[in-house]
C-alpha cells in the first residue's frame, strides 16, 4: 500500500512537471527542478561539476548492464535515487504518453522492446532506460535515475 502511494505521488509529480517546466537558465549553477505537490517540495543548486559527476557514474553503471554484469533492475534496485521504483528495479509500468517528462517519455517512446537507451537528463537527473515491453500506446520500462548532489 505505502508503494503504491509513493509510485502514485511520484507519477503525479512527473505529470505535474509536465505543465509546470522550470524556466531554463545558462547560469552557474544550474537551478534542479522545484517540484510542489501536496506532500513534496524538492529545490537544490548543483553545481556543473556535480552534474558531470553524476553524469559519469550513471554511464558507467550503464556499462555494466550493457556488458551483462548486472541487469538493469539489479542496477536500479542497488544505484538508483528514484525512491518510487528503485526497489521494484526501477519498473514503470502502463506508461502513457503525457504521465512523465518530455525528455523523459521522448527517449522511452522511441526505443524498441529491450532496447537500452543512452544516458539522458531531465530535470530529476540523469537516466538511461529500457523498454521492456510496448502494448498498444502503453509501455513498461525501467530505469535508473542519478540525481547531482
Known amino acids: ?20 517546466k ?7 549553477p ?6 510542489k505537490d501536496a506532500t513534496t517540495t524538492v529545490s537544490a543548486v548543483v553545481s ?11 554511464e558507467g553503471i ?21 525512491p518510487g521504483s528503485n526497489k521494484a528495479g526501477g519498473r514503470y509500468n502502463n506508461i502513457a504518453r503525457g504521465q512523465f517528462v518530455p525528455e523523459f517519455e521522448k527517449v522511452a517512446f522511441a526505443l524498441q ?5 543512452e544516458v539522458f537528463e531531465t530535470q530529476y537527473g540523469f537516466h ?12 513498461d520500462v525501467s530505469h535508473v535515475l542519478i540525481i547531482p548532489k
Open 62 to 82: 550503464r556499462a555494466k548492464v550493457i556488458s551483462k554484469e548486472m541487469t538493469i533492475g539489479e542496477a536500479a534496485q542497488e544505484y538508483s535515487d528514484d
Open 30 to 35: 544550474t537551478a534542479a527542478a522545484e517540484t
Open 22 to 28: 522550470p524556466k531554463e537558465t545558462d547560469a552557474a
Open 1 to 20: 500500500m505505502k508503494k503504491t502511494i509513493y509510485i502514485s505521488i511520484l507519477v503525479a509529480t512527473l505529470a505535474w512537471s509536465c505543465t509546470n
Open 128 to 139: 538511461f532506460v529500457q523498454l521492456i515491453a510496448k502494448h498498444d500506446d502503453l509501455i
Open 48 to 58: 556543473q561539476k556535480s552534474k558531470d559527476q553524476a553524469k559519469a557514474k550513471l
Open 113 to 117: 522492446p529491450g532496447q537500452i537507451s
